[in-house]
């Protein structure tokens, strides 16, 4: 089977798998041994940050290290770093130079604003000192081409595609979590390039999935399903987070595998979604988000997906994971828990479905708290 590219903004074509550096800068060998795996897997697209500790520097030493020995991936590398918004225009100037520093290069083929999760960030990129910057880089010949990561609402990131500014996006797309695809297909219909942000640790921990959730997708495993399922609606390229040379295993299967899916993916995908709502009976929540907006600002739909995933597929460590993250990641992740729910009732003849929500979100509270987990990145 031929190797397949995709188109990526504007930018050179990438493979359908990024390696994401986040997970390998412990050291230089293992950075190394990572991306001359990443390289044999057929996959030309690394992706970094300034804030992924010593990724960059780690990714140039390895790059030049590669290459002198012959090892890069036909046309080269494409490498996407990343700068956070709200930097004033000569401190950015100074992070982009220190990008291009540490990486050992002239040029960065994909630049990132990083966390585009606020108003006021696509603002700043797009009239505030973000656009001096983005200009002052395209001028000097820095970058190939601009794009935006973001956690923000579903109207933030729909503004930020059809603002013209960027030629891709980084978005949060999963099987288990379908809410931003249409976004992604509106991204891909406009041309730009879409990047699947985490489908396999924020996608529910596939890496080590429930054994409910493998029982669910057998014969396949869940992470290979949530894979495909991305990979056939068109979305560009997914992100691997690797550790070691043995994450790369479902990557080298799948690495041309861009297909639509057989009927027995859907089969397996149609009896996941429908033993979940067994599971869960009539508490199940649609996610239709007509509860909102909640005057405590409880992001209910949100919480009542971590408990379908919890008690339909018994997600459990994902699940209070993402739960007790609540509060406590600034603009990246929600800001309110179930605790807040005031029993106001004012959600209660909004749920086309006749759910008990401040039941529901009580119970979702005792079920998910727990201490905190550390973010490895953040």
Known sequence: MAL???QFGTGPNVSLFTLGTMRSNESLEQMYSVVKEACLTGINHLETAPAYGTSESLLGTTIKKLNSEGCRPEGGWVITSKILPGTGINEGKDQLQGIL???????????AIHGINLPEHLEWALKGDGDKLIKWAT???????????????????KKAIESRRFQFCSLHLHL?????????????????GVMAISPADKGGH??????????????????????????SQGISTL???????????IAKKLISSNSPLSKSEQDIIGKLTQNSKERLGK????????????????????ILRLRNLCIGMDLNSFTKERYNLIGRAGHWWEKNNATAC????????????NLNIPDLLKDTHRKLVDSPKKRLWG
């Open 176 to 192: 288990l979590d379908q809410e931003r695809l249409p976004l992604a297909k509106m991204a891909l219909e406009r041309k730009l």
């Open 206 to 231: 596939l890496h080590t999935p429930s054994k409910t959730l493998i029982s669910d997708c057998y014969p396949i495993s869940p992470l290979e399903l949530a894979y495909r399922f991305l990979l």
């Open 101 to 111: 520093s540490r990486l050992g290069i002239s040029k960065i083929h994909n630049l």
């Open 239 to 249: 992100t691997l987070g690797a550790s070691k040379i043995t994450d790369f295993q």
């Open 4 to 6: 397949k590219r995709n």
């Open 342 to 353: 005031q029993n106001c009732g004012e959600c209660l003849p909004k749920c086309p479905n």
């Open 283 to 302: 508490t199940f929540c649609g996610q239709c988000r007509d509860c909102l907006p909640c005057p405590n600002e409880i992001p209910i739909p949100e």
């Open 139 to 157: 001028q000097k010949r820095l970058i190939g081409q601009i794009g935006f990561s973001s956690h923000g609402t579903f109207a933030l990131i």
